[in-house]
């Protein structure tokens, strides 16, 4: 683990009590039984709020508290450690895109809603069923914006959309004129609409023109290892719950943790997520450095992530037996959230293929 600072020390136990107590994995299943429209309770996030992780990437000027990456990843991690349903991962992968793109007047429009959970915001890039950042057909002529986003997380209740065009980046609002949202029901319940843009009116304010010609590959990197945080939390929890089953279970007359494969398959998993944590905090660090030069950091770390949280919930499922296929418990939760975000801004062949062309293959 990477040598935090006090102040980050408090914050990770702080996030990680708060998520164990007040909102366990059994929020979670109570917030999908009762069908909350916007995928995660507004409560909570308002909670959230309150606590000042909303605004934990933004920087104080704009109302946050400027505590970086490592410090989302940090609270990150520990929510999904309990799958927690919220969009704070989305709105701070777009509140970095208004940091390093938006006017000075695009900045105090949007980034202090943002930082106190008035906002919600979202990344509207890809446009088919697999991550293709260089596969846009969304384009704007005349001062009009048209073209479809598929499975825009947070789409359904984001009240603003950083969408990528041909020409760049663009904020739109979610109740603007020709923004249409159709719900994408897919595994982990969460929120995925589609997002249909039609002669939606955009103009010099609404481009996010700072940040350079590379804009979009420093936002998409920042969206991959906030991702990947998640995906920590959600292996070294599926880890956990499987090791305490194991020394409870018996089977033959002996707790299954005694049997020797058993343990292999365990070390063998352990060894895994202390990779991954380090591939995902190098990758933290590295943000918080410099964006523009962590792009081979973040290629290995979401490559890592995808690899290791797919085989641990695959485990998870496996080891529990018959119960870890039923609803009734808890693995298939950490198992379908697994699954969506190894998918989401880039699967393991596309960040292998990436890194591979970084360095001439």
């Known amino acids: 683990m990477a040598g935090l600072s006090d102040e980050q020390v408090m914050l990770r136990d702080m996030a990680r009590e708060w998520s164990d107590k007040e909102n366990p994995v059994g929020a979670f299943r109570k917030m999908r039984d009762t069908g909350h429209d916007e995928g995660y309770d507004p409560a909570v996030y308002s909670q959230m709020a309150e606590m000042g992780w ?60 943002i930082a106190s959970g008035e906002l919600v915001a979202t990344l509207a890039i890809d446009e088919g069923a697999h991550h293709d950042p260089d596969k846009i057909e969304t384009a704007v002529e005349g001062g009009k914006l048209n073209g ?42 969460r929120s995925h609409a589609e997002i249909k843009l039609k002669d939606v009116a955009v103009g010099n304010d609404s481009r996010l023109a700072e940040g350079g010609d590379d804009l979009r590959d420093k936002v998409l990197d920042c969206a991959r290892v906030i991702a990947s945080a998640e995906m920590l939390g959600i292996a070294v929890q599926a880890f956990a719950t499987t090791n305490d089953y194991l020394k409870t279970r018996v089977q033959f007359g002996q707790v299954l943790s005694s049997f020797q494969a058993l343990q292999h398959r365990m070390a063998e998993m352990f060894g895994d997520i202390e ?34 949280v797919h085989r641990i919930t695959r485990e998870m499922i496996q080891l529990h037996g018959g119960i870890g296929m039923t609803d009734e418990h808890d693995a298939g939760f950490y198992f379908k959230r697994a699954r969506v975000l190894e998918n989401q801004w880039g699967n393991s062949g596309f960040h292998r293929e990436r890194f591979a062309r970084f360095n001439g293959y």
């Not at 997380?153 to 249409?180: K, R, T």
């Not at 962590?294 to 992530?305: D, G, H, L, R």
């Open 148 to 189: 479809t986003k598929a499975f825009v997380a947070e789409g359904d209740s984001a009240g603003l959309f950083v969408v990528a065009a041909q020409d760049g980046l663009y904020l739109v609002d979610g109740d603007a004129e020709g923004v249409s949202r159709s719900n994408r029901k897919i595994v982990d319940s």
């Open 275 to 308: 990779m991954m944590r380090s591939a995902v905090e190098a990758a933290l660090t590295s943000l918080d450095s410099d964006i523009g030069s962590a792009a081979q950091t973040v290629a290995i770390a979401k490559a890592t992530a995808n690899d290791v």
């Open 54 to 113: 909303t605004g934990i990437v933004i920087s104080e000027e704009h109302g946050g508290s400027g505590f970086g990456f490592t410090g989302l990843g940090l609270v990150l991690e520990e929510l999904g450690r309990n799958v927690a349903a919220a969009p704070l991962a989305a709105s701070s992968a777009a509140a970095v895109a208004i940091m390093l793109g938006g006017s000075d007047e695009q900045k105090t429009k949007y980034l202090p809603k």
